[in-house]
């Protein structure tokens, strides 16, 4: 098929593609972060409840010189990395809207009470909004958030649990994604230095977006209060 098959079966001209693509490349934006005491975020959490709320037990383990998350096959279930001291870690994989991108907000299990809490209090989050306000210079182990959540707005109230759904990236799927899934033996490979991933760049995490830092708009829960 021709391009130009392909630009009249599609309906659009080359402008509207390169906006259509503009509106819809943004999916798996890489991570979230914010990098700097103060910086905030106004974000949307992709799920309905902590039901639907992505997590994983997973190893930190270098592959091809980089550090790679691998899912563990189970503590109690002869897992080789668990077995080789590589102690496996409970973490979240929020996946976010950020900046008109879907983002990955990885956090550990000390923040899990509180995504439950705003699961009890805010369910469906998909049509909220949250600012959250990083408290902790960069680098400091001591670092913690708080949330707010925002006045609804017009957007809010079109948003829809099968939109949202559409929006998800998928985190694991074999090696070709975020979160890498290992047999046993590569595993073991993996310990010995020798592993190393088939197809180059796939499933890559990529470095952390830089935020920029925004203004607060008028953080409300039913009172106006602070969430977190």
């Known amino acids: 098929m021709t391009s130009e098959e392909i630009n009249n079966e599609a309906g ?37 409840s902590d039901q639907d709320m992505d997590y994983a037990f997973v190893h930190r383990v270098k592959i091809d010189g980089k550090d790679r998350i691998v899912e563990c096959l189970g503590r109690d279930a002869g897992c080789p990395l668990c077995q080789s001291g590589n102690r496996s870690q409970l973490k979240l994989y929020l996946q976010l809207e950020h900046d008109g991108q879907v983002k990955v907000w990885e956090r550990g299990k000390t923040f899990i009470p509180t995504m439950l809490s705003i699961s009890e209090r805010y369910a469906p989050l998909f049509n909220k909004r949250f600012e959250i306000e990083r408290n902790g210079k960069a680098g400091d182990m001591k670092t913690t958030y708080q949330m707010f959540i925002m006045q609804e707005d017009e957007e809010d109230k079109k948003q829809t649990l099968e939109d949202i759904k559409a929006k998800k990236i998928v985190l694991k799927d ?19 230095g020798t592993f190393t991933l088939k197809q180059d760049g796939e499933g890559d995490q990529g470095q952390q977006q830089e935020q920029n830092p925004q203004r607060r708009g008028e953080a409300v829960g039913g009172n106006g209060e602070q969430v977190f």
């Open 12 to 48: 659009m001209s080359l402008r509207e593609a390169y906006d259509y693509d503009e509106k819809t490349s943004g999916k798996g934006g890489g991570f979230f972060s914010l990098k700097n005491d103060k910086d905030t975020g106004v974000v949307r959490f992709l799920y309905e």
């Open 174 to 192: 074999g090696k070709s994604k975020l979160i890498l899934q290992l047999t046993p033996e590569e595993m073991m490979q993996a310990i010995d």
